[in-house]
């Protein structure tokens, strides 16, 4: 009887998107393991391709000569546990998803094995040249005496030789190259060279003894290496202003030795002053007690903190996690890609030094598999990240904690379109772990679940330093044009600001908008410059002098006048960062003032630099978009501004009011952390919404209240669930077409399988999508709205229409993407 392996293997098509079983030959049987990667034959023409290994068994209902054997094992030991392949397969059914897409989301990313066909000259293609004759060959054959070893795509590419393979085919019969199959991996541990000292410092004059008289550089070396054992090459070549053929002189003469040694991609240089815990607050105190009894327990409890802003969540954090890891335990951390600055890995750095992994985006692909790594090999116990960072491949995992928990970032937009808070509340599950979701405004669906029971609710309802909320004065931008005031900066606002600077305190200003004005248009006959790949308007970028799409990249140059009825009134309007970075400037010269947005943070550090200029104090006014609005501590802030609250309140969205009551509050939770008061001022054009009002009064809970009794009339989550699908293509009608198919096959297949199902209230659509058309691409939506007992039947009917298939629709012909309860339906 022979043992077998079930495999996902690295293939896109909705169509290889089931395990495949292969055998494990007699002489791998005792090396392959559950969760390994492995490179197996694929299909009719043997495809060398990788596949991870999600089940092994002895017992198989079909014929064991049909199958193939896998062919190589990548992996020593297993990248991924059971609990995480467990994890990955519920993801599959939960987002609908391909198994690949789930375990390339899992996998840590450039470490997937491609295969390469690589050419080489063969050592007798010399004598054999002069006798081709054809130009292509020929072609060939002179590219690879420059780039012998080249891989067959490059060569293509290059040479852009028609029908190549039968030239390559050709010289390879006639002897005169060879193909190699060579299988690479994106991303590998880096490793430098090192110089070994071979002889001993006593023996130093018997050393420079054999050394030629006019090798002065190979003497100075030799003393140089006096006070060294052993030393990077390039450092030995710097200090010494030496070069390779004087070190490999040494080298030869065995009085060195050359080394290649692994060195870790470093992303903690800085050095941290090492931090103690703080004495907690009667709240922080019960808040930790009730979560560390769960701990100890092994309950796979959760927890949902609310406490205001300057609470003291994150010094509760770091003393669960100091629990933890004194139970042998690890702990991830998860905070929003925008709030994980360097002021926030610092906390913990402090606190539990440099045995910390750090997982976010802005890390190149090196960085990240070496932080993987040290996970992998239990060198760390903590990790900190965004939202990826959940699968740290932890093997005694104790706690997940979840800051900002209402964050959108928590949602993938790629695919798989995964919740991780739900995913991590699976994870906890599978192995018996605490999870803990804090927020000072958390999302309406958490509170409800708290609410009725499913999170335990822990509230913390005043600030650590004892100090009252920050005071909030909401402007009535309306009542200022009455007034004559025609700039974004009210009078009271730009009271407050000189106020504050006279006082040597610094100002945040807030605007959800980045870019210098929000579109052109003209006066005279409403013409507005779109971007003619996405039905959207362009954004005004003025130092760069350009308009900008912010869906696909591209960029013009500003009309002189308009393109429609050539009339010179074509104006600037809305307005974004740059703008009122530009207006500040003007009115506080003397201040120095900067703008942190997704345009000043583009570069590496970049996010660190400003954060830093603004903490000591080099900077008094910054300006910038939600980056800005939650993570940072900076107690000599004791005034923020809202220079317009309704921009997030006018989107179509029914989350928009939650949205910017969640802004407003984070926003001001910047003020008044430190010794001094704040203030905080909004402007709005709306003063009686509300969001804005419950803002105003720091009241969550009122907030919620209101929120939920209009969500509950026009059933939204958190009393239903929003399926979208949208559809998209090139060719409009063919689009159109396709998705009333698929959109009746839906239904019927909803009427057959509930006949009391709601269909005029629960599905809305086919319709153009709210943005109907990005990147070249229209876009049809249809959503369908389904309670708990209604989902799994949906997902099945949507699973085997739109990803199997069932029903032979065209669908190759267009795209379609599938979001469970996604985070906007735009």
């Given at each position: 009887?022979g043992?077998f392996a079930?495999?996902i293997?690295?293939?896109?098509?909705?169509?290889t998107?089931?395990?495949?079983?292969?055998?494990?030959?007699?002489?791998?049987?005792?090396?392959?393991?559950?969760?390994?990667?492995?490179?197996?034959?694929?299909?009719?023409?043997?495809?060398?391709l990788?596949?991870?290994?999600?089940?092994?068994?002895n017992?198989?209902?079909?014929?064991?000569?049909?199958?193939?054997?896998?062919?190589?094992?990548?992996?020593?030991d297993p990248?991924l546990?059971k609990?995480?392949?467990?994890?990955?397969?519920?993801?599959?059914?939960?987002?609908?998803?391909?198994?690949?897409e789930?375990?390339?989301?899992?996998m840590?990313t450039?470490i997937?094995?491609?295969?390469?066909?690589?050419?080489?000259?063969?050592?007798?293609?010399?004598?054999?040249?002069?006798?081709?004759?054809?130009n292509?060959?020929k072609?060939?054959?002179?590219?690879l005496?420059?780039?012998?070893?080249?891989?067959?795509?490059?060569?293509?590419?290059?040479?852009?030789?028609?029908?190549?393979?039968?030239?390559?085919?050709?010289?390879?019969?006639?002897?005169?190259i060879?193909?190699?199959?060579?299988?690479?991996?994106?991303?590998?541990?880096?490793s430098e060279?090192f110089v070994?000292?071979?002889?001993?410092n006593?023996?130093?004059s018997?050393?420079?003894?054999?050394?030629?008289?006019?090798?002065?550089?190979?003497?100075?070396?030799?003393?140089?290496l006096?006070?060294?054992?052993?030393?990077?090459?390039?450092?030995?070549?710097e200090?010494?202003?030496s070069?390779?053929?004087?070190i490999?002189?040494l080298?030869?003469?065995k009085?060195?030795?050359?080394?290649?040694?692994?060195?870790?991609?470093?992303?903690l240089?800085?050095?941290?002053?090492?931090?103690n815990?703080?004495?907690?607050?009667?709240?922080?105190?019960?808040?930790?007690?009730?979560?560390?009894d769960s701990?100890?327990?092994?309950?796979?409890?959760k927890?949902l903190?609310?406490?205001?802003?300057?609470?003291?969540?994150?010094?509760?954090?770091?003393?669960l996690?100091?629990?933890?890891?004194?139970?042998d335990?690890?702990?991830?951390?998860l905070?929003?890609?925008?709030?994980?600055?360097?002021?926030?890995?610092?906390?913990?750095?402090?606190?539990?030094?440099?045995?910390?992994?750090?997982?976010?985006?802005k890390?190149s692909?090196?960085?990240?598999?070496d932080?993987?790594?040290?996970?992998?090999?239990?060198?760390?116990?903590?990790?900190?990240?965004?939202?990826?960072?959940v699968?740290a491949?932890?093997?005694?995992l104790?706690i997940i904690?979840i800051?900002?928990e209402?964050?959108?970032?928590?949602?993938?937009s790629?695919?798989?379109?995964?919740?991780?808070?739900?995913?991590?509340?699976?994870?906890c599950?599978?192995?018996s772990?605490?999870?803990v979701?804090?927020?000072?405004?958390?999302?309406?669906n958490?509170?409800?679940?708290?609410?009725?029971?499913?999170?335990?609710l822990i509230?913390?309802?005043?600030?650590?330093?004892?100090?009252?909320?920050?005071?909030v004065?909401?402007?009535d931008?309306?009542?200022?044009?009455?007034?004559?005031n025609?700039?974004i900066?009210?009078?009271?606002?730009?009271?407050?600001?000189?106020?504050?600077l006279?006082?040597?305190n610094?100002v945040?200003?807030?605007?959800?908008?980045?870019g210098?004005?929000?579109?052109?248009?003209?006066?005279?006959?409403?013409?507005?410059e779109k971007?003619p790949?996405?039905?959207?308007?362009?954004t005004?970028?003025?130092?760069k002098?350009?308009l900008?799409?912010?869906?696909c990249?591209?960029?013009k140059?500003?009309?002189?006048?308009?393109?429609?009825c050539?009339?010179?009134?074509?104006k600037?309007?809305?307005?974004?960062?740059?703008?009122?970075?530009?207006?500040?400037k003007?009115?506080?010269?003397k201040?120095?003032?900067?703008?942190?947005?997704?345009d000043t943070t583009?570069?590496?550090?970049?996010?660190?630099?400003?954060l830093?200029?603004?903490?000591?104090?080099?900077?008094?006014i910054l300006?910038g978009?939600?980056?800005?609005?939650?993570?940072?501590?900076?107690?000599?802030?004791?005034?923020?501004?809202?220079?317009?609250?309704?921009?997030?309140?006018?989107l179509?969205?029914?989350?928009?009011?939650?949205?910017t009551?969640q802004?407003?509050?984070q926003v001001?939770?910047?003020?008044?952390?430190?010794e001094d008061?704040?203030s905080?001022?909004i402007?709005?054009?709306?003063?009686?919404?509300?969001?804005i009002?419950?803002?105003?009064q720091h009241?969550?809970?009122?907030?919620?209240?209101e929120?939920?009794?209009?969500?509950?009339a026009?059933?939204?989550p958190?009393f239903?669930?929003?399926?979208s699908?949208?559809?998209?293509?090139?060719?409009?009608?063919?689009l159109?077409?396709?998705?009333?198919r698929?959109?009746?096959?839906?239904?019927?297949?909803?009427?057959?399988?509930?006949?009391?199902?709601?269909?005029?209230?629960?599905?809305?659509?086919?319709?153009p999508?709210?943005i109907?058309?990005?990147?070249?691409k229209?876009?049809?939506?249809?959503l369908?709205?389904?309670?708990?007992k209604?989902?799994?039947?949906?997902?099945?009917?949507?699973?085997w229409?739109?990803?199997?298939?069932?029903y032979?629709?065209p669908?190759?012909?267009i795209?379609?993407?599938i979001?469970?309860n996604?985070?906007s339906v735009?």
């Open positions: 009887m043992i079930e495999i293997v690295d293939n896109q098509s909705s169509n998107d089931t395990l495949y079983t292969y055998k494990i030959p007699f002489d791998m049987k005792d090396r392959v393991k559950i969760g390994m990667r492995v490179m197996v034959p694929f299909g009719k023409g043997n495809k060398s990788q596949g991870l290994i999600i089940n092994i068994t017992s198989i209902n079909f014929d064991e000569k049909k199958l193939k054997n896998i062919s190589d094992i990548i992996d020593e990248i546990s609990e995480l392949i467990e994890l990955g397969i519920w993801m599959r059914r939960e987002y609908l998803a391909q198994y690949i789930v375990f390339k989301t899992i840590p450039g997937t094995q491609k295969v390469k066909q690589c050419i080489y000259l063969l050592d007798s293609a010399e004598e054999k040249m002069d006798d081709i004759q054809s292509n060959q072609k060939i054959l002179d590219y005496k420059e780039n012998n070893g080249e891989s067959l795509e490059n060569l293509k590419k290059h040479l852009e030789i028609n029908h190549i393979h039968s030239s390559i085919k050709s010289l390879i019969n006639k002897g005169i060879d193909i190699e199959t060579k299988i690479e991996q994106e991303v590998n541990k880096k060279k070994l000292k071979l002889f001993d006593e023996n130093m018997e050393a420079l003894k054999k050394i030629n008289s006019r090798a002065h550089k190979q003497k100075e070396i030799i003393i140089f006096k006070d060294y054992s052993v030393i990077k090459l390039s450092e030995l070549i200090m010494t202003n070069n390779n053929s004087s490999r002189a080298e030869d003469k009085m060195i030795k050359i080394v290649d040694q692994e060195v870790t991609r470093e992303i240089n800085k050095e941290f002053n090492k931090t815990n703080k004495i907690l607050t009667e709240e922080q105190r019960i808040c930790h007690e009730i979560i560390y701990i100890i327990k092994e309950f796979d409890d927890f903190i609310h406490g205001v802003t300057g609470s003291g969540k994150t010094e509760v954090y770091l003393q996690i100091e629990k933890v890891l004194s139970e335990k690890q702990a991830i951390v905070i929003p890609e925008i709030s994980l600055t360097p002021q926030t890995v610092e906390r913990f750095v402090s606190r539990f030094g440099k045995k910390i992994a750090i997982l976010h985006s890390l692909l090196g960085e990240r598999y932080q993987w790594r040290k996970i992998k090999e239990g060198k760390v116990d903590i990790a900190i990240g965004a939202r990826s960072a699968f491949p932890f093997s005694n104790g904690i800051d900002e209402h964050e959108n970032s928590y949602k993938s790629m695919n798989p379109k995964y919740d991780t808070i739900k995913v991590a509340e699976k994870r599950e599978l192995e772990s605490v999870l979701l804090g927020s000072a405004t958390p999302s309406i958490s509170y409800y679940l708290a609410k009725n029971g499913v999170y335990n509230e913390m309802n005043k600030r650590a330093n004892n100090q009252n909320m920050p005071d004065k909401i402007i931008m309306r009542y200022e044009l009455e007034k004559g025609k700039s900066i009210s009078e009271d606002l730009y009271s407050e600001i000189n106020s504050s006279n006082n040597n610094q945040i200003l807030f605007l959800n908008r980045r210098f004005s929000t579109f052109i248009s003209c006066r005279k006959c409403g013409y507005v971007c790949h996405c039905d959207i308007s362009l005004y970028h003025k130092n002098g350009w900008k799409c912010h869906y990249g591209f960029a140059k500003p009309p002189e006048i308009c393109p429609d050539e009339s010179k009134y074509i600037y309007f809305g307005i974004g960062t740059q703008r009122v970075e530009e207006i500040v003007e009115n506080f010269e201040n120095p003032v900067e703008r942190m947005d997704l583009s570069k590496k550090n970049s996010h660190e630099e400003i830093n200029r603004f903490r000591n104090k080099k900077v008094d300006v978009t939600q980056m800005i609005s939650k993570g940072l501590d900076f107690p000599n802030v004791t005034l923020v501004g809202v220079v317009a609250a309704d921009l997030t309140l006018n179509p969205d029914f989350r928009a009011s939650e949205r009551f802004l407003l509050t001001a939770g910047r003020a008044g952390r430190g008061k704040g905080v001022i402007q709005t054009y709306d003063p009686n919404h509300y969001s009002l419950y803002a105003k009241d969550y809970k009122g907030f919620y209240e929120e939920i009794q209009l969500r509950k026009f059933n939204y958190p239903t669930n929003i399926i699908i949208v559809f998209s293509s090139t060719n409009q009608k063919s159109e077409n396709i998705t009333k698929v959109s009746d096959v839906i239904i019927k297949n909803i009427e057959y399988k509930n006949s009391k199902f709601d269909i005029n209230n629960s599905i809305v659509g086919p319709n999508a709210p109907p058309k990005i990147k070249n229209y876009r049809w939506q249809i369908v709205k389904a309670n708990d209604d989902l799994n039947m949906i997902k099945n009917i949507i699973y229409v739109c990803i199997k298939n069932k032979n629709i669908i190759n012909q795209t379609i993407s979001d469970i996604p985070n735009i």
